[in-house]
């Protein structure tokens, strides 16, 4: 028998039946934290030393603190759980925790909880990329971070348009990058439209300076099968092509593929496919309640990589 005629075969045919796999496995778990209130802590959150682990803070908006909340173009201020989630916090996390990283979201859907939703709102690139720039710089010195993440889930189509997210976004992670106040960014799309239309410009011109795509799985309906889930997989690998692609849950159950429908099942399945770079988690707040068996069982996995 002619052993690598078979071997091309069997290539052959993994590559006709994952056409679109471009990420390999790798140990990556993120988790969101702080944006809900629940006096949750860092040191809360199990950490397996055999994955790389991120937390990301939630959140830093460029609206003002106070009510009425007002846009303020680029110039970005802290909304997460700053009694617990301090810059000493995040110092004694690292230093406990050698594989441990900390990042800052952008944006989110609401201003600080409120009926107020944080809308993408620049008024010109160049300011709002300078505010931006001088505003996050000093947050994430002054917290100790290491990277970004993008999450804005609002935009009004008459206000700012696909090119000028693109052109801010990607500006602030070059600038950043180039500057070494960040090592890292994502960006957090949901499948919507238009939201999916602008992080697809985005994804388009800048995509080489965007490590991570954090795609909430947890957006599509909570009785999601596991079929669907790896479908879902396959159509934003291909929307965001060559990206590095977590998996998600919401740990309250409220949307996507759960646990119980066979999340992890779904992940594994990838993972064998070694297709599974890493899971993420919204949020540390809502897991608090329930002891994070879901942030164990997604490192454990993980760790298997
Ligand atoms: C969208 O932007 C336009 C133009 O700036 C404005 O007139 C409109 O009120 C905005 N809509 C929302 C929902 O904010
Ligand atoms: C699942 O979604 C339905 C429809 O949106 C909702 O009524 C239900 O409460 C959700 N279930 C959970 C566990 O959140």
């Not at 303020?72 to 995040?90: E, I, K, R």
């Not at 070059?174 to 949901?190: C, E």
Request: aromatic share 16%; charged share 15%; proline share 3%.
């Amino acid at each position: 028998m002619d052993f690598s005629k078979l071997f091309s075969y069997y290539f052959l045919l993994l590559a006709l039946l994952f056409p679109m796999a471009t990420a390999e496995n790798s140990n990556l778990f993120r988790e969101y934290i702080g944006a809900q209130d629940k006096g949750v802590k860092f040191t809360d959150v199990p950490i397996n030393s055999d994955v790389q682990f991120h937390f990301i803070l939630a959140f830093a908006i460029d609206y003002t603190t106070t009510t009425p909340y007002t846009p303020t173009n680029g110039q970005f201020n802290v909304f997460w759980d700053t009694v617990n989630l301090t810059p000493s916090a995040v110092a004694s996390i690292k230093q406990s925790h050698s594989n441990v990283k900390v990042a800052l979201s952008l944006a989110g859907y609401s201003v600080a909880g409120s009926t107020t939703n944080a809308y993408f709102l620049p008024t010109s690139i160049d300011s709002w990329v300078n505010n931006a720039v001088s505003s996050l710089t000093s947050i994430i010195e002054q917290y100790h971070l290491d990277g970004i993440d993008v999450d804005y889930e609002n935009f009004n189509t008459s206000a700012a348009d696909e090119d000028t997210f693109a052109e801010c976004i990607g500006r602030l992670i070059t600038t950043l990058k180039n500057n070494g106040v960040i090592q890292f960014a994502s960006i957090a799309p949901f499948e919507d439209q238009p939201l999916q239309s602008y992080y697809e410009a985005l994804w388009a011109k800048y995509s080489n300076v965007i490590d991570y795509v954090n795609f909430q799985f947890y957006g599509y309906s909570n009785s999601t099968t596991v079929s669907q889930f790896l479908g879902y997989y396959d159509t934003q690998s291909s929307n965001y092509e060559g990206g590095n692609i977590l998996t998600s849950l919401i740990s309250d159950d409220s949307g996507g593929l759960t646990p119980a429908n066979g999340f992890f099942n779904a992940c594994k399945t990838l993972q064998d496919e070694g297709r599974l770079f890493g899971i993420f988690i919204w949020s540390a707040d809502s897991s608090k309640a329930n002891g994070f068996p879901y942030e164990t069982e997604a490192q454990d996995l993980l760790a298997n990589a």
